[in-house]
C-alpha cells in the first residue's frame, strides 16, 4: 500500500496500492507487515479483512468484486494499521487464530 485516501466523512482512509502477484477479492483476510516486521519476530503486523474494493476511473471510484495481478486498487477496512507503507499477505486458512 502506498497512500492512504480519506472519505468523505474524513474520519477513515482507503487504502491505495497494486497487487503484484495472485487476485485479492472482497472480504478476504489479510496480513498486514508492518515496516519493521521479520519472520523470527511477528510484532510488526496485523490480521484485517478487506471489505470493500474501487478502482479509479478519473475523479470517479468503481466498486469491484475482485483485482488480479498488475492492478491498482483502493481497499477499505485496513486502514487503521497502516502508518506509511506496508504489504499485505493474503492468508491461507479462514481464521483470526493463523
Known sequence: MIKL?????YLTFDSFGRVLSG????????????????LSEQEDMIIKEVTNMWI????????????PAGNWVLLEGIDLSIPK?????YLVCYSYSC
Do not use: P
Not at 485516501?5 to 466523512?9: F, L, V
Not at 477479492?25 to 498486514?32: C, L, P, S
Not at 479509479?56 to 475482485?66: C, D, L, P
Open 5 to 9: 485516501y480519506h472519505k468523505y466523512d
Open 23 to 38: 487476485t485479492i477479492k472482497k472480504n478476504d483476510i489479510v496480513k498486514i507487515l508492518g515496516e519493521k516486521y521479520n
Open 56 to 67: 479509479f476511473q478519473s475523479r470517479y471510484r468503481v466498486e469491484i468484486n475482485k483485482v
Open 85 to 89: 507503507v506496508d504489504n499485505l499477505i
